[in-house]
């Protein structure tokens, strides 16, 4: 049996070698056992050098929204900070990392962000209050707003529930269960904002499974401007927040078996229980 070219060892004799074509220099720093030269890999372990001494984006965001936060400790209440390229260019971070140090800031209450001319970062003034069933929205500005936006929700929801009834199908049913497992999750890691952030998006999609365009639309701007404008979720003195979340994590999971089995009686009992009977905080 004649051996493959490729295998040939390096030792042997120059004729058993095959003569380079014309014109095409040989590479006598290439073995023809097909082994890389020895620097070949050096850019590639240098990458990946590089790469485990860099810091991960969630750190950068870290310590980008601690630099920002430095200067919130130093600047009034309603003080304006800059426009976010000022503020990302003194943080020294990418634009995706800095979005993402905005969003810890604005989640920790400590920044709004107003747009147009004249815009910008400001510091936080002291938050507006909103009561949810148990526990308080701090939001960034516009209470009334909000709490109207969650009392028109709560009126809809029987009306799309109906609908969902009707119309939710097993895949819809599926991405149901998804926020509910969300729900449970935040439930565990005892993270408010993080539940009520994954009860809105089930509520969207108990929306969207409506065929009536206009209540559906109308519903997620209603979501919309509530979540956009929230900041935290804090606990009432009646009950701990934990106890809360976890009591609205089994209602909603019972509503969407209830939905599951088109069981209507229990669902619009359910949704009734649901509604939150908002009112503002002093």
Same mark, same amino acid.
């Given at each position: 049996?004649?051996?493959?070219?490729?295998?040939?060892?390096?030792?042997?004799?120059?004729?058993?070698?095959?003569?380079?074509?014309?014109?095409?220099?040989?590479?006598?720093?290439?073995?023809?056992?097909?082994?890389?030269?020895?620097?070949?890999?050096?850019?590639?372990?240098?990458?990946?050098?590089?790469?485990?001494?860099?810091?991960?984006? $969630?750190?950068?965001?870290?310590? *980008?929204?601690? !630099?920002?936060?430095?200067? @919130? %400790? /130093?600047?009034? #209440?309603? =003080?304006? &900070?800059?426009?976010?390229?000022?503020?990302?260019?003194?943080?020294?971070?990418?634009?995706?990392?800095?979005?993402?140090?905005?969003?810890?800031?604005?989640?920790?209450?400590?920044?709004?962000?107003?747009?147009?001319?004249?815009?910008?970062?400001?510091?936080?003034?002291?938050?507006?209050?909103?009561?949810?069933?148990?526990?308080?929205?701090?939001?960034?500005?516009?209470?009334?707003?909000?709490?109207?936006?969650?009392?028109?929700?709560?009126?809809?929801?029987?009306?799309?529930?109906?609908?969902?009834?009707?119309?939710?199908?097993?895949?819809?049913?599926?991405?149901?269960?998804?926020?509910?497992?969300?729900?449970?999750?935040?439930?565990?890691?005892?993270? $408010?904002?993080?539940?009520?952030? *994954?009860?809105? !998006?089930?509520?969207?999609? @108990? %929306? /969207?499974?409506? #065929?009536? =365009?206009? &209540?559906?639309?109308?519903?997620?701007?209603?979501?919309?401007?509530?979540?956009?404008?929230?900041?935290?979720?804090?606990?009432?003195?009646?009950?701990?927040?934990?106890?809360?979340?976890?009591?609205?994590?089994?209602?909603?999971?019972?509503?969407?078996?209830?939905?599951?089995?088109?069981?209507?009686?229990?669902?619009?009992?359910?949704?009734?229980?649901?509604?939150?009977?908002?009112?503002?905080?002093?």
């Amino acid at each position: 049996m004649t051996a493959r070219p490729d295998s040939a060892p390096d030792s042997l004799p120059q004729t058993t070698q095959k003569a380079a074509r014309p014109g095409v220099r040989s590479r006598p720093d290439l073995q023809r056992s097909g082994s890389r030269p020895p620097d070949a890999d050096a850019p590639r372990k240098a990458r990946r050098h590089g790469s485990a001494s860099r810091t991960p984006s $969630s750190g950068r965001a870290e310590i *980008a929204a601690e !630099r920002v936060a430095s200067l @919130i %400790a /130093a600047a009034e #209440p309603g =003080a304006r &900070l800059g426009t976010k390229e000022e503020l990302r260019t003194l943080c020294e971070v990418s634009v995706g990392t800095f979005n993402e140090a905005l969003r810890l800031l604005q989640s920790r209450g400590l920044v709004t962000v107003k747009p147009g001319p004249g815009g910008g970062l400001f510091s936080a003034e002291q938050s507006p209050m909103v009561r949810l069933g148990n526990s308080v929205l701090a939001l960034d500005a516009q209470a009334a707003d909000v709490a109207n936006a969650v009392r028109i929700r709560d009126a809809l929801d029987p009306l799309l529930i109906e609908d969902a009834l009707w119309h939710a199908s097993p895949a819809d049913i599926a991405g149901l269960r998804f926020q509910i497992e969300a729900m449970e999750q935040a439930v565990g890691a005892e993270d $408010s904002v993080a539940f009520v952030h *994954a009860n809105w !998006r089930l509520h969207a999609a @108990i %929306a /969207a499974i409506s #065929p009536n =365009a206009l &209540l559906s639309s109308l519903y997620s701007s209603l979501l919309e401007l509530i979540e956009s404008h929230t900041l935290s979720v804090l606990p009432t003195s009646e009950q701990p927040l934990g106890e809360y979340i976890a009591h609205r994590h089994t209602l909603h999971r019972d509503l969407v078996d209830a939905l599951d089995r088109r069981d209507r009686d229990a669902a619009l009992r359910l949704i009734r229980e649901h509604n939150t009977s908002l009112q503002a905080t002093e």
